[in-house]
């Protein structure tokens, strides 16, 4: 989350350098902002591929402790080697419309909800509602990714099945339905500490782009 809340502001920096007309073009003056804060967390998500191995331990630790006992962690990356990534398509395709989601719910609820055009200047309440709104969508919107996500990396890592075929199997066993097992749980566990970390994160990243702007402010007057 450090990656993702830390380098979501820096691409969407860049795209506000050097893409904002583009954005504007397409979306309008007013929508180009949420769009802009969405695609640089979707574009951070899919860069969060990078620490997969990390994320596929923890899920097999918890799902499948077998696999892992009585291995240490360098023995565990030497034996696997690029096994670690395995699904790293798929966790691409669960974290792109997630973070999507995160980012662009919030800044919707920020721009649409309270009338913000500078979300820097949002209060901590409104920070939270946002926050809200962006948890709630993110998780939602991921949940069948997640599912699939899950079900790759729990499996043994001799298991040759596919996500295509694990997706068909729980169609064809479970139904549709299946993609959001355990949904409701998720945004009541999950969803309360992405808010919570959310909320202070973009609040604390505002108030640090107040004082930058601040002190910009103060160095163009003292020029003069």
Not at 52 to 77: H, S
Not at 149 to 176: C, N, W, Y
Request: hydrophobic letters at 45%; one cysteine or more; aromatic letters at 12%.
């Amino acid at each position: 989350r450090v990656y993702k809340f830390g380098g979501q502001p820096v691409v969407k920096d860049f795209f506000s350098a050097n893409a904002k007309g583009g954005f504007t073009a397409v979306f309008g003056e007013r929508s180009s902002t949420a769009w802009m804060h969405a695609c640089a967390g979707s574009v951070v998500g899919v860069g969060e591929v990078v620490l997969l191995p990390l994320d596929v331990l923890k899920i097999r630790a918890q799902t499948n402790p077998e696999t892992l006992r009585g291995k240490g962690l360098i023995q565990l990356f030497w034996n696997e080697g690029s096994g670690l990534y395995r699904g790293a398509g798929w966790t691409a395709v669960r974290n792109a419309p997630g973070s999507f989601a995160l980012f662009g719910g919030s800044a919707f609820v920020k721009d649409y909800v309270f009338g913000l055009r500078d979300y820097s200047k949002a209060t901590f309440f409104q920070t939270s509602c946002a926050s809200v709104g962006g948890a709630v969508a993110s998780i939602t919107v991921a949940a069948p990714m997640d599912v699939v996500k899950t079900r790759i990396q729990s499996r043994a890592h001799d298991d040759p099945k596919s996500g295509a075929r694990i997706i068909a199997e729980l169609v064809a066993k479970e139904g549709f339905g299946a993609f959001f097992k355990g949904l409701t749980p998720k945004l009541l566990t999950v969803g309360p500490k992405l808010v919570f970390s959310f909320t202070i994160a973009q609040y604390l990243i505002a108030i640090t782009d107040r004082f930058a702007e601040g002190k910009e402010a103060t160095h163009a007057w003292g020029g003069r």
